[in-house]
């Protein structure tokens, strides 16, 4: 590991201007990502910026009848809220499903929206990889692939998005609420919070230089029957081969989410029409245009059948 500065300011704003004031800066709270990539090198801060202890961890309702989450809260804890529980199930379910109860004892909920990519060639520091390198080529490309995207990728990167909270997230339809070194806050719809890789795989978010989440916030409750399944090796502590988050109304509608798929949590709004005709027309145009290796073709059926089986079990 590298050698770092350190410091913990007082306030959003100030942890934000810290983090402008220094192009090699990074946030840590819990460090259940960053520490692993920066012992390995892959991340290499010169400076960190703790931003524990900022007042970020709590859960409120808000005005509108919806959740405000801090972004400090840690999973364990959202996971086990009254309120999520009853009126959000879909993201206790998800957040139980990823990683380990000791991680997720640490984890925060604005460190789980920004975990790094767990593609094999992003890990191993001899191969070539846009994301920790830019312009040095994809190794996955021709790799060993059958972890890693089929849909929204490019020709310089094929890294799924690992995380199981986000894809609850965006079928939720939450919001990122920010804080930049000027002490501006924005919200960032989370459908426009995680970047497609085109050319530049590097820049993961939608987030400027500097800029510190601060809370994630749910809207009103939508009801219906709310269910997250993960499809994996392994029964626990494993990255999704396929998950689906979805809310089921009893009229039928429905509105989906996929993780493991894409570099981002998977969502077509304009296909959730076809959920009511059943699981295979509305996969065929959630994942129109998809672009399979040889080793993960196997992820579109397994998709499709475990949105069906997610569809079956929310409607009885």
Not at 202 to 230: D, F, M, N, S
């Amino acid at each position: 590991m590298k050698a770092f500065t350190y410091e913990k300011p007082a306030s959003p704003a100030e942890a934000a201007s810290a983090a402008a004031r220094m192009p090699d800066a990074k946030f840590i709270a819990g460090g259940t990502n960053l520490l692993d990539l920066m012992k390995l090198q892959i991340e290499t801060p010169a400076h960190l910026v703790d931003v524990n202890g900022l007042g970020l961890d709590t859960i409120a309702a808000t005005q509108e009848g919806g959740l405000r989450i801090g972004a400090l809260v840690r999973n364990t804890d959202l996971a086990a809220d009254a309120r999520v529980r009853t009126d959000y199930g879909v993201l206790s379910r998800a957040l139980v499903s990823g990683a380990s109860g000791q991680l997720r004892n640490k984890a925060t909920t604005a460190g789980n929206l920004l975990q790094r990519t767990r593609c094999p060639y992003f890990y191993d520091t001899a191969q070539p990889c846009n994301k920790r390198q830019p312009g040095s080529g994809c190794a996955a490309i021709g790799g060993v692939s059958r972890q890693l995207g089929v849909i929204g990728t490019s020709e310089a990167c094929i890294a799924t998005y690992p995380g199981d909270m986000a894809v609850a997230m965006r079928v939720l339809d939450a919001t990122v609420e920010t804080v930049d070194a000027e002490g501006a806050a924005r919200k960032i719809p989370v459908a426009e919070f995680h970047r497609l890789p085109g050319d530049t795989p590097q820049i993961e978010t939608a987030l400027k230089p500097g800029e510190l989440i601060t809370a994630v916030t749910l809207p009103k409750p939508v009801g219906g029957t709310q269910v997250y399944r993960k499809v994996r090796d392994r029964a626990s502590y494993a990255f999704a081969l396929v998950s689906v988050a979805a809310i089921v109304q009893r009229d039928g509608s429905a509105r989906v989410a996929f993780g493991g798929m894409a570099p981002r949590p998977w969502r077509v709004e304009a296909a959730e029409a076809e959920l009511a005709k059943g699981a295979k027309p509305a996969a065929e145009r959630i994942f129109a245009g998809a672009k399979p290796t040889h080793d993960n073709a196997f992820k579109l059926k397994l998709a499709e059948r475990t949105l069906d089986a997610v569809l079956t079990e929310a409607r009885g």
